[in-house]
């Protein structure tokens, strides 16, 4: 792909900034420019590691600010787009949906409308311009105790988070099918690992196991999560947006399948052997508490088409990938 400007949205997100490194690591000679709001769920601190790099950039700004992102196609030749910007936590999507519809649905639109804008007139026509949407499983709604999605399952949101992912999901399909943007989708599964925001289940286990407070789990903890390394994921982007298909969307998940219950009861066995309580184990402060409204029961998904057209499988063992997801956030909390 060209050495222009590949803009990344939402960089400074759990995701985002496991990818930057990722991808300024495996490709030095591309450029990255990073806009991102910054709202509360952005943290600058992750992307240390590259913010000296001549090859990135970062801007503060919305994706819904249609004069900003037009301003930031041209003045940095953008050639492609990989959009990770997005509100992202349900359980806010349940309070105050608002900002979901207009960052997700909205937002999307505006760069989805510079990307065509700036790209039919651009000064490099036989260059080519990908737009990479980054979604989620949740767009296929939920399973019972058996069955997977796969990229031909249908569409079945159930949270306005999901809701406002899969209109998001269907524009970028509009905009390959009408203007023929050279777009990918890709739906990945629950992510885990550093940088993630303590809002999400996985830091909020292990923040109250070590604050010695409840670890709230809702309803009676049967609820299933299929879990991915954020590297494996970075790994299958990196797939996805250079050797996907155009038109194409990719389902991504980890094969770790687990009950919320069984993985906080985990989550609270590694901590007793890496920060050990002075009496009794961290699996007696979990609680159950009020369930989440309308809260999906199960994601399972069918990674075979990854396999198949990508040769992408996850890597990472599953205790292994949490031992040190626990060791990063002990880090992070004993600093606090
Ligand atoms: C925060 C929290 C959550 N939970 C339950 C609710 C879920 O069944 C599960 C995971 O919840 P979390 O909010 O971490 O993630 P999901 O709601 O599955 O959604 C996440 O994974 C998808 C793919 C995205 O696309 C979302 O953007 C991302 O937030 O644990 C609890 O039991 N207690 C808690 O304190």
Known sequence: MSKKG?????????????FIP??????????????????????????????DLQQYEFIQGDICDEQLVGDVFKQHSI????????????DNSIHSPNSFIKTNIEGTFVLLEAARKYWSNSRYPNQRNRFHHISTDEVYGSLGETGLFSENS??????????????????VRSYHKTYGLDTVISNCSNNYGPKQHDEKLIPTVIRKAIEDKPIPIYGDGSNVRDWIYVLDHCKALDLVFHKGQTGESYVIGGN????????AKTI??????LSPKEKGSYTDQIS??????????RYGLDISKMNRTLAWNPEEDFIGGL????????RKYEKA
């Open 6 to 18: 590949i803009l990344i949205t939402g960089g400074a997100g759990f995701i985002g900034s496991n």
């Open 22 to 51: 990722y991808l300024l690591n495996k490709y030095p000679d591309y450029h990255i420019i990073n806009l991102d709001k910054l709202t509360y769920a952005g943290d600058l601190s992750n992307l240390k590691e590259v913010e």
């Open 79 to 90: 050639s492609s787009v990989i959009h990770f910007a997005a509100e992202s936590h349900v």
């Open 154 to 171: 249908p569409y079945a949101p159930n949270s306005p988070y999901s809701a406002s992912k899969a209109a998001s999901d269907l524009l």
């Open 256 to 263: 770790n399948e687990y009950a919320n219950l069984y993985l």
């Open 268 to 273: 609270c066995e590694l901590l007793d052997q």
């Open 288 to 297: 159950f508490v009020k369930d989440r409204l309308g809260h999906d029961f």
């Open 323 to 330: 031992t040190k997801t626990v060791k990063w956030y002990l």
